[in-house]
């Protein structure tokens, strides 16, 4: 058993492998590169699965492998991995929705020219999430954390000859990028006030008594700072903006990152911290925890909102993506890890199926995403329909068979209890009702009613693609049998409570009200949609009902709540004009000065050389000139006449005397 | 010892000089030179060193005058006659004769008359130069003799 | 009049400027000798006139030295009329004016 607890980096290191080893082949080899990407899910898969075995037999197992990475000197920089029920649980989902992503894809992405690349890049991507959640320090879930959002960048912007893709992924990288500051500059702050970056290591890590002792009043800080990277990473307000943008990229590409595993390294990550959270809750309420709550709650149903207006398909399932998420944050934040936790495995299969099911449509409707130009897929594509309705219903939360009713009802549950506040509950109350409300609508408009322009030529798709779609519908079917209030069987182990078979409460009271609503929330969508896509009374036949009766209110939630126009007004007209600054300092300031060092040293120049040319020159000239002269005269004194010599000698000599004469 | 002849004696003197000084015929003035000596050894006499009068006679107008009439003979192809003084030489001349006189009439010390003396004699010469004087007598010599050897290098024909 | 010192030396001052001025104003280059040679007898002159006049004292340096200085004029009189015999031979004049091979 502890061989797998030594070897637990092989998880991620096998679909690294793939993906390199998927580079090197040449671009024509699309079977090769499928192959070897499905393999190393596969052998990622059955890892997780042995790794998820010991955690089993004891209850609140922990295992955790530490190493020195490098020292600098008194210091050690360590690393290390980490098996624990939260852990497993995510590997094996990653690993299961993973395998049934990629085998979607190599239907999906026929006769891509860029196949090839496109599966290193998602086995790049697999391997870094995988790391992210095994990993024991916070340094490496932030290598991880990184790694992830540039195999993101990579995948949004994979059709690198659609400008729209590229800016879309540029979004995506910057957006993140502010949230990963936040998280980085946490990082720093935790590691100077507990010395160190590893969550368990044998008492002294970061999460454990001692470690958190030494953190005292910046934990509320630290902990706000690390959660802006969840905001950026989840998609929560305001940092949402880039995730409905996002679906430039294929739709395999949305199914796993933007739905079931990327954007839930956010809240994986809240769940992996929650101690630093928690510290000094009084009734299980801190400031940090609240903060989480509210950004959450606003997320939920703000985007539950603008994905009633939206048009696209996949945009609706992405705000719908954010909507949950922000559930989910709202359900960390009142104290339920347990039940956010679940929700996130139950979403993960369920958005997983919902994405592919779209991709499904898209393929069957020659690349249509316009749920305006759909309809009356239900008969045409049979297979897709029932998975995607498994997938709606999850959504929705329909209770009894469907895994996201469970997990929904266990989130309302607590948040009903939360302390400070009972607003968060009925506002998620609102929510339930609205995400009926918009999956009715994207059903209806997409499988039910007359079919319209896209659907004329839909087919099903081919079983390469309808096979995953079922897996993953048994999966939502199947995973509600862990979740029920009966046997808490998931809960118990998340939380290390026993968990026994009561069918007794199953009958709850609460149960019956989130029945009512998500009823009144179908109910309600299909009373408004009944005659969506088809001329109405006055409304004509392409305009939304919603759109008809109120206009204003439809193009304000159409438009995103313009939030994304805000900020291009302002960060983004700010940060314009801050490079234009710079630009404007470099080019005439600092390029100035540069200049001007420059010319001073040109000048300087110029008259060290002048100044060479007529002063030193001349005088050397002048000198050499009246050397000559002096010489010149000195050698008229030879003049070769001998009584002349002797003349001036007789002078000489009378001089001399008449001198020492005189002195005498 | 007389002023008379004293007087006469150094008129001579210097009129042979001056002749031998500006006198245009080589020979004339080769003839006053040799008078010029003449005058001089009489003033020795006069001054009691007759030895060295003798001497003088013997050496300058004896050897010297004659080698100088020699060499004028053997260079005679040049010039019969000579220039007298020209205006520089007599302006040095008349310039270092004022003087020396000027330095000599300055100085009180030699305002002297002669005093009385014992004779000198030629034993006396010869003792003096045989013992005090007897290292100069030999460089002398050697002198000599370095000059007769040089004079007939000076002039011996070249071999061709 | 006795004759002082002081006369003496006058009168050997102007044997000494005549044969300066001879030495000076010859064009001949044996007359430039014939200058030296006056000059150094009114040299001679000077030497015995102090011997003369001071009081006598052994050896009798003046005389010495008048007759040392006789001698090397006779050999400095033979080298120089050989010199001119020589120069006389090689240039063909005896004119010290064009005698400026030297002049620098």
């Known amino acids: 058993m502890s061989w797998i607890i030594d070897h637990l980096w092989l998880i991620p290191a096998v679909p690294f492998a793939a993906s390199l080893a998927i580079l090197s082949l040449p671009n024509g080899r699309h079977r090769g590169a499928a192959a070897l990407a499905i393999a190393g899910q596969i052998a990622a ?33 360590r690393l290390g991995w980490v098996l624990d029920p939260l852990a497993a649980v995510m590997l094996t989902m990653i690993t299961l929705v993973g395998l049934c992503i990629f085998i979607f894809s190599t239907g999906y992405m026929i006769g891509d020219k860029n196949f090839v690349r496109f599966f290193a890049y998602l086995s790049f991507f697999s391997g870094a999430m995988l790391g992210l959640v095994i990993s024991n320090s916070l340094l490496l879930l932030f290598i991880c954390w990184e790694l992830v959002g540039l195999a993101s960048y990579l995948l949004i912007g994979f059709w690198i000859e659609r400008p729209s893709a590229a800016a879309a992924a540029k979004k995506a990288f910057i957006t993140t990028r502010i949230g990963d500051m936040g998280f980085f500059l946490g990082l720093l702050w935790l590691y100077g006030r507990s010395g160190t970056l590893l969550f368990y290591d044998g008492g002294n890590g970061c999460l454990e008594s001692a470690g958190l002792a030494m953190l005292g009043a910046s934990a509320m800080s630290i902990a706000l700072l690390i959660f802006c990277g969840a905001v950026g990473k989840s998609g929560q307000f305001p940092l949402h903006v880039w995730l409905p943008d996002a679906m430039e990229g294929p739709t395999p590409v949305s199914a796993l990152i933007h739905a079931a595993t990327m954007v839930a390294a956010g809240v994986f990550l809240v769940a992996r911290v929650y101690p630093i959270f928690s510290l000094g809750a009084i009734d299980g309420v801190t400031s940090s925890l609240t903060v989480v709550v509210w950004i959450g709650v606003t997320t939920a149903l703000m985007a539950a909102l603008i994905a009633i207006a939206q048009a696209d398909i996949k945009r609706i399932l992405a705000y719908s993506t954010v909507s949950q998420l922000g559930l989910m944050m709202v359900s960390l934040g009142v104290g339920g890890v347990a039940a956010g936790m679940m929700h ?221 126009e805000l900020y291009a007004r302002t960060v983004i007209a700010f940060s314009w004009m801050s490079a234009r600054l710079s630009d404007w300092m470099d080019r005439h300031f600092w390029d100035g000065l540069v200049r001007g060092v420059g010319t001073m040293g040109r000048l300087f120049g110029t008259f060290t050389a002048s100044v060479d040319e007529r002063g030193i020159n001349p005088g050397v000239d002048e000198t050499t000139v009246g050397t000559r002269g002096l010489g010149r005269l000195m050698s008229a004194a030879h003049s070769g006449q001998i009584q002349t010599y002797l003349g001036i000698i007789a002078i000489g000599a009378l001089a001399l005397l008449l001198f020492y004469a005189w002195l005498a | 010892m007389s002023s008379i002849a004293f007087v006469l004696i150094a008129v001579l003197t210097l009129a042979a000089a001056l002749a031998a000084a500006t006198l245009q015929k080589l020979m004339h003035a080769t003839l006053s030179f040799a008078l010029t000596f003449v005058g001089v050894a009489a003033l020795f006499f006069l001054l009691g060193a007759e030895f060295v009068g003798l001497a003088l006679i013997f050496v300058y107008i004896g050897a010297v005058a004659v080698l100088v009439v020699f060499t ?4 005679r192809r040049d010039v019969e006659k000579d220039r007298g003084a020209n205006w520089g030489g007599t302006f040095l001349a008349v310039a270092m004769f004022g003087g020396l006189t000027w330095a000599i009439l300055k100085t009180q010390s030699v305002a002297i ?48 | 009049m006795t004759p002082t010192l002081q006369v003496v030396l006058i009168v ?32 001679n002159l000077n030497f015995i006139a102090f011997w003369r006049f001071s009081p006598q004292s052994q050896p009798p340096t003046g005389i010495m030295i008048a007759i040392f200085s006789i001698a090397i004029a006779a050999a400095e009189a033979a080298v120089g009329l050989a010199l001119v015999i020589a120069v006389y031979r090689h240039y063909r004049t005896t004119n010290v004016d064009r005698l400026n091979q030297l002049k620098g």
């Open chain 2, 113 to 160: 008359a002669a005093p009385h003396i014992r004779a000198l004699t030629v034993r006396r010469i010869g003792e003096t130069l045989m013992t005090s004087y007897v290292w100069p007598l030999q460089c002398i010599g050697l002198l000599l003799t370095a000059a007769l050897i040089g004079a007939l290098v000076l002039v011996m024909e070249e071999k061709r």
């Open chain 1, 45 to 77: 898969l059955v890892l997780s699965f042995f790794a998820f075995l010991p955690t089993l037999q004891v209850s609140g197992f922990r295992a955790v492998q530490n190493f020195t990475w490098f020292t600098f000197g008194d210091h050690a920089l």
């Open chain 1, 344 to 564: 996130l495995l139950a979403h993960g299969f369920f958005k997983a199926l919902l994405f592919l099911g779209a991709g499904s449509v898209i393929h069957g409707c020659h690349h249509e995403q316009d749920i305006r130009k759909m309809g009356g897929l239900r008969r045409l594509m049979p297979v897709t329909f029932l998975t995607y309705a498994i997938g709606m219903m999850a959504l929705s939360g329909v209770p009894l068979f469907f895994s996201g009713g469970w997990t929904k009802e266990e989130i309302l549950h607590v948040t009903a209890h939360w302390a400070p506040s009972r607003l968060p509950y009925y506002f998620l109350l609102a929510g339930v009702v609205l995400t009926a409300l918009y999956m009715t609508r994207q059903i209806i408009y997409v499988f039910f009613g007359n079919r319209r322009a896209a659907s004329e030529h839909a087919h099903e798709s081919p079983r390469v693609m309808t096979m995953p779609l079922i897996v993953l519908a048994s999966c939502a079917i199947l995973f509600s049998v862990v979740l029920t209030p009966a046997w808490p069987w998931l809960h118990g182990y998340l939380t290390d409570e026993p968990a026994h078979l009561e069918f007794a409460r199953l009958i709850q009271p609460a149960l019956f009200l989130s029945l009512v609503l998500v009823g009144a929330g179908v109910a309600l969508g299909i009373w408004m949609y009944r005659k969506a896509g088809t001329q109405d009374r006055q409304r004509p036949a392409d305009t939304d009902p919603l759109e008809f009766a109120q206009p204003q209110l439809f193009r304000f939630l159409e438009n995103k709540m313009w939030i994304d």
């Open chain 3, 12 to 43: 050997s001052a102007a044997l000494f400027s005549t044969g300066l001025l001879a030495a000076l104003s010859r064009r001949h280059a044996i007359f430039i000798l014939i200058g030296i040679e006056m000059m150094l007898g009114a040299a």
């Open chain 2, 72 to 75: 004028i003979l053997l260079t």
